[in-house]
């Protein structure tokens, strides 16, 4: 029997999206069904297709993906309460674009204004990658005051930007910032014992100073949307702390494009306060594979399909 007080729910972003996910969910479940057709009534077009359909390039540009990754942990999260009407998780957290549905899973934020959100999210920071490309980068195998170290070096050395964007686990973090800058990263990080380096394929330099003129106009639409204080302790990226009050929840979004995501750390902020049980809930089993790397000895589920929660339900009763 799961302990919902020793319980976080967490939240996936940006790279879980697979072309017909959250379908199964909808075709077995009311309340999914309802939650991907009120989004296509809210956004003017069939964001449920693109979920479901792709093709796979589309779903993979970015004013589409970060809404599709809301809508559908969203979706599942809503038929966990339906089928377990006690489960309120006493920590949430999600990672990046994740964050977003873990501020609605929370209570803090409604689900038609989160949509609004990472819609325009999704628009600007495709909208900055165009304007002023950048590139970002997988270094596995150092931990994060070598990366950081890599990154001041080149910064200084090219004086062109390249940031720490994601510290995911022990031994995997992720740079972002000028192309050039992050290719001479990439070289300098496999020089000093990396055991991998690769460059991803996007052209948004997330959680970097490159996403600055997509943060100022996402915070105006930020500073116009009502928030509540959570439900549960919910972690923040940026302060890898628990946001207490909608004035925490305001900065953390205000710089969440620009910093870096302090995963690791939020994660060890959760264990270090008794979580047992992690449960991702959305697409893909990234978070569950991160938090393997983390705390291996802690419970992990993702409930991405409708098997995977009848699993989860099987081990919860």
């Known amino acids: 029997m799961i302990d919902w007080r020793r319980t976080a729910a967490i939240f996936p972003g940006q790279g879980s999206q697979i072309s017909g996910m959250g379908k199964d969910f909808a075709d077995e479940y009311q309340i999914a069904r309802e939650t991907f057709a009120q989004a296509d009534e809210l956004l003017g077009f069939s964001l449920s297709n693109i979920c479901w359909e792709g093709p796979e390039d589309r779903l993979n540009q970015t004013i589409h993906t970060q809404p599709a990754l809301y809508v559908c942990s969203l979706a599942i999260w809503r038929v966990l309460q339906e089928l377990v009407p006690e489960c309120q998780p006493n920590w949430m957290a999600g990672h ?16 038609e204004d989160g949509l609004t959100l990472v819609r325009r999210r999704g628009e600007l920071m495709q909208k900055a990658g165009e304007e002023n490309p950048g590139a970002m980068a997988a270094l596995l195998g150092l931990d994060v005051e070598t990366v950081e170290t890599l990154c001041a070096t080149v910064s200084q050395e090219t004086q062109k930007t390249v940031v720490l964007a994601n510290d995911n686990c022990p031994g995997q973090a992720v740079i972002s910032g000028d192309d050039a800058a992050v290719d001479r990263t990439v070289a300098l990080a496999t020089e000093s014992g990396a055991r991998r380096a690769v460059k991803l394929a996007v052209s948004v330099a997330a959680h970097s100073p490159l996403m600055t003129s997509a943060s100022a106009d996402l915070n105006r639409a930020i500073a116009a949307t009502d928030f509540e204080l959570p439900k549960a302790q919910l972690l923040g990226n940026v302060s890898a702390d628990a946001l207490d009050s909608v004035d925490d ?69």
């Open 96 to 111: 990046s674009l994740g964050e977003f549905s873990a501020l609605t899973a929370a209570g803090a934020l409604s689900f």
């Open 249 to 317: 929840i305001r900065k953390e979004l205000n710089q969440q494009l620009t910093q870096a995501v302090r995963w690791t750390e939020s994660m060890g902020t959760i264990v270090a306060g008794g979580a047992e049980t992690f449960v991702e809930v959305g697409a893909g089993t990234v978070l569950n594979g991160l938090m393997r790397r983390i705390d291996r000895k802690r419970i992990r589920f993702s409930i991405n399909t409708v098997g995977a929660m009848e699993k989860f339900l099987a081990s919860y009763t």
